[in-house]
Each structure stands twice: as structure tokens, then as C-alpha cells.
């Protein structure tokens, strides 16, 4: 709480636009492999398009919500680093 007894807003992790060059991922209608997902990392949900680092059967994918349009879509899935990596690179503006 701050000094004025208000709670302050929390943002968890915001990407950065798309820097020019950046590479385009592929994304594709959600698969449903598994029973059970758990969600690693995600972007804040003050934006429309909320990015999930999930995993699931001992693999890796990244989920993307866009909720101004209402659809979803994963990544392929992978390597648990691999899927980490392209998550980052999403943060940082290097892929989208």
C-alpha cells in the first residue's frame, strides 16, 4: 500500500512493439494435447493481446490471446528452452 493507504496498480510484463526485421511466428488453432496446462510465464492483461509461456507433457508453447477479437493461438510445440527463447525474443520486440 502506498502512504495514502491506496494499492498501487500491478502490470506484470508488457512486450515491446515489433522492432522492424523481427521474425514472424507461425501460430496455429489451439491443439489440446493435454489435460492439464500450466502457464510458466504471461504478458499483463492491461493489453488486448495477452502472450502465455505454457507447458504441457514434458514440451513447450506459447499461447497468444487477442481479446479485442476473440481468438487464440499457440505456437508449434517444443523444446521447453526453445519455447522460452521465442518468448523472450516476444518481450523484447524480436519476434511476434
Request: charge should be negative; hydrophobic fraction near 30%; aromatic fraction near 8%.
Amino acid at each position: 500500500m502506498s502512504e495514502h493507504g491506496e494499492i498501487p496498480d500491478f502490470h506484470s510484463l508488457h512486450p515491446q512493439p515489433p522492432k522492424p526485421g523481427h521474425t514472424k511466428l507461425t501460430w496455429y488453432e489451439p491443439a489440446h494435447r493435454v489435460q492439464r496446462i500450466r502457464i510458466v510465464l504471461h504478458t499483463c492483461e492491461c493489453r488486448h493481446t495477452v502472450y502465455e509461456l505454457c507447458t504441457g507433457a514434458g514440451q513447450a508453447f506459447i499461447r497468444r490471446t487477442d481479446r479485442e477479437n476473440g481468438t487464440v493461438h499457440e505456437t508449434a510445440w517444443e523444446l521447453t528452452a526453445v519455447a522460452q527463447k521465442t518468448f523472450s525474443q516476444i518481450l523484447m520486440g524480436e519476434a511476434s
